[in-house]
């Protein structure tokens, strides 16, 4: 009997995303993370806050957390 193999998670794609109750792809926001001096205060407190994926690359993401 053939048994059914499980995928494994991408294990840098699960560091960087989560998905939402109704199957968005949660993000967070790049270029926060160093150099921050010349950056604006408005600048930095919007890269604070969480988007989501386009729909163009939700669906390759969301292969990659099989079990999220």
Same mark, same amino acid.
């Given at each position: 009997?053939?048994?059914?193999?499980?995928? %494994?998670t991408h294990r /840098? !794609?699960?560091? #960087?995303?989560? $998905?939402?109750?109704? /199957?968005k792809v949660k #993000? +967070?926001?790049?270029?926060? +993370?160093?150099? $921050?001096?010349? %950056?604006?205060?408005? #600048? %930095?407190r919007a890269l604070?806050?969480?988007?989501?994926? !386009?729909?163009?690359?939700?669906?390759?993401?969301?292969? $990659?957390?099989?079990? +999220?």
């Amino acid at each position: 009997m053939a048994t059914k193999n499980k995928i %494994k998670t991408h294990r /840098g !794609a699960a560091k #960087r995303f989560s $998905l939402t109750k109704s /199957g968005k792809v949660k #993000r +967070s926001h790049a270029y926060r +993370s160093h150099i $921050l001096t010349k %950056k604006t205060t408005k #600048r %930095k407190r919007a890269l604070r806050k969480n988007g989501y994926a !386009a729909d163009a690359n939700a669906s390759t993401i969301k292969k $990659l957390i099989p079990y +999220s």
